[in-house]
């Protein structure tokens, strides 16, 4: 059978216009006179970017098998949309703790989002480590919104060649697609029977054996050879993170809900490391007054709440920070503070239901208000879960909001000078594409002047079985990601104030997916060093180690649901460690100085006789007793819990 043959099957779908042309004078209207010769003409043409073809298509994978044929025999280019697929990503087995369900129907809408290489995220990269070095001559220089966008804006090549691998599936890349502002990602809504076309995946749904939480996803995905040097990722696709607030687990005290007289006994102080008087009930129960005695924030007044500083936390998975509770811990613990409230910002629609107060969303804002009061404090209320259709087959399943949360935020020209956030799920069920990428717009915040702090995790070395996903079901140790991105503070806990212990469940380690950092380079080898054999295997020695510093994490006193519970984790380590950060940006915007930005290269040098080096305490998991606290950096409390007083004269 020769060309012309196999081409009439396809000839009847297709319509060519002349955008510039009356339209009476459209050619091609389902003609059979198109020929070889002159399919080539057009086909040529349009690469040219003379003319436009329009693809009706009846057979897409008769199209695409034939065209690379007809363009090849007739001298055009082969496009990169019609190069053969190439898989993206795939997993060799269904992620740990998953199980498939069924196939969900055809019509499921899904958002795929699609992530556009970045045209010089490398000098982003390289300027952000100038400004947090506090020997470049760069220091302090942090980029603004469109400095730091034209940075990230991909190529003019690249948006067209999605563009016209968009355009062959129907999509009008100017009609049906959305974009950030910067560009380098784009969104469009479809049918899950349209994206499986397009990714020659195969979606399911999958169910998650602990949490019951059900995610519309693949095992696998496909691009056309040549887009993968001008896509980096598709999402949802292949990731199965088990996204999760750090270990939000408490009891219900059954104390008075007026004034805190349980939690200030008259009982003798105790001496904290520099030689101040704690209260000896903080060594069981955590309000503000213990944080505030402990860190040596007593006594420090902002100075800078109409100058711009603010601090930020995010929220996810429906939690939303309940008003009337929040009044009421002031009332117990911040008196002061009555009648201050934090400020709601939705993201994409994401929600603050009064009638359902979240424990992690009021243990978040109720610590970082009550240790920063009066400076002004925003609450991101991201939603987590994906569209449904009203089918009763397919359960409410959650889509991925880090990006969401991130694109929202790097939008605005104005920003919080510091972050909190108390989620995150297991590196390996990140693909790593993602995981990159996610880490890369949190190197923008920084870039920007701001300081991101993540919750380190709550699983020890490792939470569960500990297998890999990769079916050699090795056990191997378990970081948390986005703690792991080098971009980021990544914050472990502690408890009892004097002194203070690495608890067990302070999750650290090593990533496996981002090497270590240029700022880790003297603090983390001792550490190896003593370390010696033990655990060989089990972790990479090589990555980047977390986490980088570490706060009180055990029987904060939180009130929701106008109860008072007593709340311990990751979770109550950042936004303590956060709010710090907010005062030392308070007292630098004070002096007429940037805030601190990106802080890691800063507390690793000059910043490292701030902290109290913590000496005992480890984190057992995966079936060892996992890592010891000691002398100097160690993978459970970091360079250690900080000290205001220390800081504030080394860094402003």
């Known amino acids: 059978m020769g060309i012309g043959a196999l081409i009439q099957p396809v000839q009847r779908g297709w319509r060519t216009t002349r955008p510039h042309a009356n339209p009476s004078n459209h050619v091609g209207r389902r003609s059979s ?35 690379p044929i007809l363009l090849a025999a007739h001298g055009c280019a082969v496009p990169a949309y019609l190069t053969e697929p190439l898989v993206k990503h795939a997993w060799t087995q269904i992620p740990q703790g998953w199980e498939e369900l069924k196939t969900p129907p055809p019509n499921h809408p899904i958002t795929l989002k699609i992530g556009l290489k970045q045209r010089k995220m490398g000098e982003l990269i390289d300027t952000l480590y100038q400004v947090s070095d506090p020997l470049h001559t760069k220091y302090e220089k942090h980029l603004s919104r469109l400095e730091a966008e034209e940075l990230v804006r991909p190529h003019e090549t690249t948006v067209d060649v999605v563009h016209d691998w968009l355009g062959v599936h129907g999509i009008n890349a100017a009609t049906d697609v959305s974009r950030n502002s910067a560009g380098d990602w784009i969104s469009v809504l479809l049918p899950l029977d349209r994206i499986e076309k397009m990714l020659d995946a195969e979606y ?51 104390g008075p809900k007026s004034v805190p007289d349980q939690f200030e006994a008259a009982l003798p102080n105790v001496t904290g490391p520099a030689g101040q008087d704690i209260s000896a009930s903080c060594n069981t129960t ?67 239901d009064q009638s359902i107060p979240g424990v992690e969303a009021n243990l978040d ?9 009066p400076t002004p404090n925003v609450y991101y209320t991201t939603p987590g879960t994906a569209p449904t259709i009203n089918d009763s087959v397919t359960p409410p399943q959650r889509d991925e909001p880090y990006i969401d949360w991130l694109d929202f935020v790097l939008s605005h020209d104005e920003m919080p000078f510091s972050f909190t956030t108390s989620y995150g799920g297991d590196e390996q ?14 190197a923008q915040l920084g870039v920007r002047g701001a300081s991101v702090m993540f919750s380190s995790g709550d699983g020890g070395v490792g939470d569960g079985t500990c297998l890999t996903n990769d ?13 792991t991105c080098p971009f980021v503070t990544s914050v472990g806990a502690t408890f009892h104030v004097a002194p203070e212990v690495g608890i067990g469940f302070s999750q650290g380690g090593f990533s496996v997916y981002f090497p270590r950092p240029a700022y880790q380079a ?17 972790f990479n020695p090589a990555g980047r180690a977390v986490p980088d510093v570490s706060a009180q ?39 007429g100085k940037p805030p601190l930005g990106f802080l890691n290269p800063l507390l690793y040098s000059a910043g490292l006789s701030g902290f109290v080096d913590i000496l005992s305490g480890n984190n057992p998991g995966c079936g060892t007793p996992g890592f010891n606290a000691t002398e100097g950096w160690d993978a459970i409390t970091g360079l250690g819990t900080p000290d205001f007083v220390k800081l504030r004269s080394l860094l402003v």
């Open 471 to 483: 079916g050699t079901n090795r056990t191997i140790f378990q970081p948390v990601f986005p703690a």
């Open 286 to 352: 955590i309000t503000p007054t213990c944080l505030m005695q402990l860190y040596r924030t007593e006594g420090y007044v902002p100075q800078s709440t109409d100058k711009g500083n603010r601090i930020g936390v995010t929220g996810y998975l429906e939690q939303f920070v309940d008003f009337a509770d929040l009044q009421t811990f002031y009332q117990m613990f911040r008196p002061d503070a009555v009648g201050f409230n934090v400020s709601v910002v939705s993201v994409n629609g994401g929600l603050n």
């Open 365 to 373: 804002n109720q610590y970082t208000t009550g240790l920063t009061f």
């Open 429 to 442: 069920t990140f693909p790593k594409e993602f995981a990159v990428r996610a880490c890369n717009l949190f």
């Open 204 to 254: 399911k749904l999958y169910l998650h054996s602990e949490t019951g939480e059900t995610i519309v996803r693949t095992l696998a995905y496909s691009l056309p050879r040549d887009l993968h040097e001008h896509i980096d990722i598709v999402q949802p696709t292949t990731m199965f993170d088990n996204m999760r607030k750090m270990r939000a687990t408490f009891h219900i005290s059954d």
């Open 522 to 538: 003297r603090a983390v080898p001792p550490f190896l060093e003593k370390l010696g054999n033990t655990y060989a295997g089990l």
């Open 553 to 591: 994490g055990e029987g904060f006193q939180v009130v929701s649901g106008g109860r008072v519970l007593s709340v311990g984790g990751t979770s109550a380590s950042s936004p303590t460690f956060a709010a710090i950060v907010a005062l030392l940006n308070d007292a630098r915007i004070a002096e």
């Open 33 to 67: 006179a198109l020929t070889v010769p002159a399919l080539n003409h057009i086909l040529c043409s349009t690469i040219r970017g003379q003319r436009k073809v329009e693809l009706h298509i009846r057979n897409a994978m008769l199209l695409l098998i034939l065209l």
